[in-house]
């Protein structure tokens, strides 16, 4: 089981990148999350990865964060009606925090919001994880690198902020992790809020 990829990255699109080690070339499959992470073509690059056997084929996907990657597989192997395809959509619209804020939360609307989840999925997806991402009730904090959005920090406090001013969730998520990249993980979530709504 191929778990990790450490490498020189040859090439990389939003969903796809190849990174190459030892001489071999093993093309990733990653959500958009982590491929805004990546650094430039040529550039040494860790992919956490989770692998997929099927019959007739082999897949890998990969992810910026060990604990991204154990959620994906929490999602793809306890989640009845939830493949690694519906899985990449979910990980490419929400960060991990609001990910498991909204399953922690039970928040329907937010979930049934990405590709390929309708409403009967999102139910599905929040009464088979919700003990899994609940700790007394509050979302488990998961540790997560410079990058990501957790629930509470100044990029937490963002997301908040624009929602309330009538972002949806999942666009105040994006918006945030732009202006992360953008202004670095010392901003404040004034700052990133300016950024986000490019003041």
């Keep these: 089981m191929i778990v990790v990829l450490e490498g020189k990255l040859v090439a990389c699109t939003v969903l796809r990148a190849v990174v190459s080690c030892g001489g071999v070339g093993y093309e990733?499959?990653?959500?958009?999350t982590t491929a805004e992470r990546l650094g430039k073509v040529g550039s040494t690059v860790t992919?956490?990865?989770?692998?997929?056997f099927r019959e007739d084929s082999q897949s890998l996907y990969g992810f910026a964060t060990a604990e991204e990657r154990d959620f994906f597989a929490l999602v793809v192997e306890k989640v009845s009606g939830i493949g690694p395809k519906t899985a990449m959509a979910l990980f490419s619209?929400?960060?991990l925090p609001i990910l498991t804020q909204a399953v922690a939360t039970g928040d329907l609307a937010l979930l049934s919001s990405c590709p390929g989840i309708g409403k009967k999925t999102a139910e599905r997806l929040i009464l088979d994880l919700?003990?899994?991402?609940?700790?007394?009730g509050a979302t488990?904090?998961?540790a997560l690198p410079p990058g990501?959005?957790?629930?509470?920090?100044?990029?937490?406090?963002?997301v908040a902020a624009l929602v309330a001013l009538g972002t949806k969730a999942a666009d105040a998520d994006k918006l945030v992790r732009t202006a992360v990249a953008?202004?670095?993980?010392?901003?404040t979530a004034d700052q990133l809020v300016k950024a986000a709504l490019g003041r």
């Design 28 to 32: 990733v499959s990653i959500p958009v």
């Design 47 to 52: 992919l956490h990865t989770h692998q997929v």
């Design 93 to 95: 619209r929400l960060s």
């Design 130 to 136: 919700r003990d899994k991402v609940s700790v007394g």
């Design 140 to 142: 488990a904090a998961p």
């Design 148 to 158: 990501s959005v957790p629930a509470t920090s100044p990029a937490g406090d963002a």
């Design 182 to 187: 953008k202004l670095g993980p010392s901003a």
